[in-house]
Each structure stands twice: as structure tokens, then as C-alpha cells.
């Protein structure tokens, strides 16, 4: 016994030291990512601003000289409608972070080994935290934090190795990967311990990692949301004449076209919610047999059934051609806000059933019910 619980405590040790090892790799992947923005601003693609002005949005076809009657006629050939949507725009999709500068790119592949290193580390630390106690690691919102931060990093690189165009999401992401581990070592910490007796059920690696893998994805959506707009704005003000600075096109230049950001985060938001609405049905089967009663409105069920209608009626309303665009996007962020605060503003705010003083906020309170 008492060996058992000197190698638990040893494990635990070594996932600390794996979650703190993981930290630092992903500052140095965080600074590469810095070096590749850096140099790719450099290049003469990013310092090029010609995607967008006056003149050049629609360019003219070469006419073409055909016979008519015995003579010779020139007539314009036919436009070419690259997007249909009503209001977009032939923008091209912009060569990434890198900027098409050669050292840019050295650096995001570095960047990019670190990240890979960085998660390997962090899943380290979760699997034996998740052996240090004998149990799945969610039992408190520490737990949750650092299992959902490696998830979200595990997202981006399965979408790179499926080569998408999402490289300009590790700046990104390594930033508020960070701080979300940074909020859990400093405030979120808490000693390894055994789960009170609700949460003892195989529901907890169903409907718990369910949620956790959701989260991720939604985050991942939340971001392509957010640079869709400024990049949409950009483009706004280049059709109308405008003049960015050099800051904003440089960078702005780098990304995809806002049209192809909005599909991103559109088909990302849509894949995952049907896994959503069974996180939620799940969660309400466990509460059945936990406490006898599928639902009761605590606060928590309460905001999970919130953020689920705030994502429902995002998709409703971007599948609607009055709200494309921007008002959708809007939707979206609000919708990832109400899992935001499902997720801290009630665990830390508003007590209900779902928290368990003895192990921090379990892991019910984590994520879903």
C-alpha cells in the first residue's frame, strides 16, 4: 500500500514536470512562430497590397475577334464568376504566415516540430497525471484544463497532417494554449485525489471526453471566426478605396481570403455540434444514474442547453442568406462565449449540484453537466 501510494505520487510528480517541460517548449514554438511572421513580413508578397484595390477586383477578359456577315467583330469575352455568393469577392487565398520568404518558412517548420514535441510532452502529463490517481484525468477543472489544451493543440496538428491550409493558426494557438496553462498551474492546481462517488461511471470517459474534444474544435472555430472578420473588414475598406497600414496589411495579406475563412469556421462549427448535442444527451443519461433524474435545470445543465440553442441557431442562421457574413460570425463568437462562461463563469461563479468541494470542481462541472 504504502508502495502503491509512493509510485502514485512519484507519477504525479513527473506529470508536473512533463506539463511544465511542455510550457516551455511551446514558448520556443511560440517565438518561432514569431521568427516566421517576422521574416514572411519581409518578403515581396506581404509587402504587396494588390489583391484588393480599385481596378483590379474583376480584370477584364481579352476580348476576342470573331467573323459576322462576311466581316470581323470584337466582342468581350464572357465573365468568369469565381464565387457566386451574393456579395463575395475573387479574392486569393494568401501564401501564409511565411509570406513565400524562405527563412519565414525554416522557421514555421521548426515552429511546427516544436509544437508536435510541445504536445507529446503535455500528453505526457496527462496520461500518467491519469495514472497517478487510477482513474480518467478530469476529475477537477486542473484536469480538465490541461487534457483540453492538449486536445485543441492535437486538432491543429491532425488538420495539418490532413494538409488543410490552417498554418496561420499556430500563432494563434500556442498563445492561448499558454495561458490556459499558465491559469492552471498557477490557479487551477490541485492535488491528485479519488472522484466522489457521482462521478464513479464509464459515463465519465464517454460524455467528459466527448466535451472536451467538442471545446477543442469550437475554439478552433472561434479563431477562424475572429480573423474572418478583421480580414473581411480589411478587405471592406481596400473595395472602397481605403488605405491599411503597413502593419495590418502585412499581416492580413498572409491569410486566407475572409471568404474562405468563413467557410472554415462555418464547416468546423457544424462538424462538431452533432457531437455536442450527444455530449449533452449523454450527460443527462449519467445524471439519470447518478441522481435519478435526467434534468433539472441546475445551472450548469441550464448554460450546456443555452450554449447548444446559441450554436443551433448560428448554423440555422448561416444557412440562411440574410445572415451570412458577418452577423453570422457574430452568432458564433456568442456562442463560444456561452461555453466560455458554461465552462469558468459557473464552475467559479454559481454553485449547484455539479461541483465537489473535495476535489476542486469535478469534472461534471467541467465541461457539460
Known amino acids: 500500500m504504502i508502495l502503491a ?3 502514485n505520487e512519484n507519477l504525479a510528480e513527473i506529470s508536473n ?3 511544465y517541460s511542455a510550457m ?4 520556443l514554438a511560440f517565438f518561432a512562430y514569431i521568427a516566421e511572421w517576422t ?4 518578403s515581396k508578397v506581404a509587402r504587396t497590397a494588390s489583391a484588393l484595390t480599385p481596378g483590379t477586383q474583376a480584370k477584364k477578359a481579352p476580348a476576342v ?12 469575352r464572357p465573365k468568369v464568376v469565381v464565387r457566386a455568393a451574393s456579395g463575395s469577392r475573387d479574392v486569393p487565398d494568401g501564401p501564409g504566415a511565411h509570406g513565400g520568404d524562405e527563412k519565414g518558412d525554416l522557421y514555421g517548420r521548426i515552429a511546427i516540430s516544436l509544437t508536435v514535441l510541445a504536445f507529446l510532452l503535455s500528453l ?3 496520461l500518467t497525471r491519469a495514472l497517478s490517481v487510477e482513474r480518467a484525468p ?5 484536469e480538465f484544463n490541461i487534457t483540453f489544451s492538449t486536445t485543441a493543440v492535437g486538432v491543429y496538428l491532425i488538420l495539418l497532417a490532413l494538409r488543410k491550409n490552417v498554418r496561420w493558426l499556430g500563432l494563434f494557438l500556442t498563445t492561448t494554449v499558454l495561458l490556459d496553462l499558465g491559469v492552471a498551474v498557477t490557479w487551477l492546481y490541485t492535488e491528485s485525489d479519488q472522484l466522489v462517488p457521482a462521478l464513479h461511471s464509464y459515463w465519465l470517459y464517454i460524455h467528459v471526453s466527448t466535451a472536451i474534444l467538442c471545446g477543442a474544435v469550437f475554439y478552433v472555430g472561434a479563431v477562424g471566426t475572429i480573423l474572418y472578420l478583421f480580414k473581411d473588414a480589411y478587405e471592406n475598406k481596400l473595395a472602397k478605396g481605403g488605405k491599411p497600414g503597413s502593419f495590418a496589411t502585412s499581416v492580413m495579406e498572409r491569410l486566407p481570403a475572409s471568404a474562405t475563412l468563413d467557410k472554415f469556421a462555418y464547416r468546423v462549427n457544424a462538424a462538431v455540434f452533432p457531437l455536442w448535442t450527444f455530449t449533452i444527451i449523454a450527460g443527462a443519461i449519467w445524471a439519470g444514474d447518478a441522481w435519478g433524474r435526467y434534468w433539472g435545470w441546475d445551472p450548469k445543465e441550464t448554460w450546456s442547453f443555452i450554449t447548444w440553442v446559441a450554436y443551433a441557431g448560428y448554423l440555422h442562421a448561416r ?7 458577418r452577423k453570422a460570425a457574430y452568432l458564433a463568437l456568442l456562442a463560444f462565449g456561452c461555453w466560455l462562461f458554461n465552462y469558468y463563469g459557473v464552475n467559479i461563479f454559481v454553485s449547484g449540484k455539479h461541483s465537489y468541494a473535495d476535489v476542486g470542481l469535478g469534472a461534471l462541472a467541467a465541461v457539460g453537466f
Open 124 to 126: 505526457g502529463g496527462v
Open 17 to 19: 514536470v512533463l506539463i
Open 65 to 76: 475577334t470573331v467573323k459576322q456577315g462576311g466581316g470581323t467583330a470584337v466582342r468581350e
Open 138 to 142: 478530469w476529475g477537477n477543472m486542473y
Open 5 to 7: 501510494a509512493a509510485t
Open 319 to 325: 444557412a440562411t442568406a440574410g445572415w451570412k457574413g
Open 39 to 42: 521574416f514572411g513580413s519581409r
Open 24 to 27: 516551455a517548449v511551446y514558448t
